[in-house]
């Protein structure tokens, strides 16, 4: 590529971590035809600005009200992560006989780890979550209904979680865009969060999952604080110390 402006520069760093779900500092500077600590600086900036948040070695792009990271895409990214999380979260199940599972990649996979062999009644705003389960003989799903949002194939507004605010159930499975101390858990788009924000409040039980790239992000909406959960499940990719952080404020943390 040819010589660019810093503003140049910053606008292709976010193009592309956007595209990809994460930028490197080494590809970054051999493709930008600059120097390394010229990316750094780059990516400081960004990060200033809520567009990037900073990872060790490079960055990934902050959800915001106006980027969402499709299902799709999240279909393709820390997918073992992911998994891992999944399978350690559907062990938490316990007794429970009432869950809820939120919309998301993870969630789907918490779905599909879900046992069958004993009568379960799933709530879902989630359209391949309800998918999945449906033909499972002992599975009941209620799908919440609303308007269906194209990128993550869940259904929002007044419907959804006015038909969300009659149950009480066992138990939550909630993922988010990030969640952090300061401010959180997070999503960009405000529907979204009202449908969280109303399965928090009619479980008895809340449990968040996500990768290690959601902690320290903090989105547009907030819809819970870290002190309502009970269990948080991630990696071992998230530091031991910084996860100790999160259980002084209340819930139980899980790496795996």
Known sequence: MGARTAEERRREIVRVARATGSV????????????????????????????????????CPVESAGFETTLAH???????????????????????????????????????????????????????VAGALAGSGNVSVLLLGGRVRPGTLATVDHWTTKMLAGFVVDLAYLGANGISREYGLTTPDPAVGEVKAQAVRAARRTVFVGVHTKFGAAGFCRFAEVGALDTIVTSTLLPAAEAHRYALLGPQVVRV
């Open 24 to 59: 490197d500092v080494t590809a970054l500077a051999a493709d930008l035809g600059v120097a390394k600590e010229t990316v750094r600086r780059d990516l400081r900036a960004l990060e200033d600005h809520g567009l990037v948040r900073r990872t060790h070695g490079g960055a």
């Open 74 to 128: 999240r279909a393709t990214s820390h997918v073992p992560e992911k998994r891992r999380i999944a399978a350690a979260a559907a062990e938490l199940l316990g007794d429970a006989e009432t869950v809820f599972v939120d919309e998301g990649f993870t969630p789907q996979l918490i779905a599909a780890a879900l046992p069958t062999d004993r009568p379960l009644t799933v709530v879902t705003a989630s359209l391949p």
